[in-house]
């Protein structure tokens, strides 16, 4: 099963875990989704999946939730 490593911006609390942790959960093939909060920094989203997921499928989940994905370089 692939594991895939999102950084996601504008993350502040729990709630903002959940609501990343549902609509990712809810794509197809999805098994597992940790969150690593920082809180008003950058998080770490890791997806486990059946098969690996597009880029885009998971950034519109993360947008559904209300936020983005990080660029690589961004700060930790």
Do not use: F, Q, W
Request: aromatic share 2%; charged share 15%.
């Amino acid at each position: 099963m692939p594991t895939t490593t999102y950084r996601v911006s504008g993350m502040t609390c729990h709630h903002c875990v959940r609501a990343v942790k549902d609509e990712v959960g809810g794509l197809d093939g999805v098994s597992a989704v940790e969150v690593d909060l920082v809180e008003g920094g950058v998080s770490t989203v890791t997806v486990t999946s059946a098969a690996p997921l597009p880029d885009e499928e998971v950034a519109t989940a993360i947008g559904e939730a209300g936020y983005t994905l990080a660029p690589p370089n961004a700060l930790l």
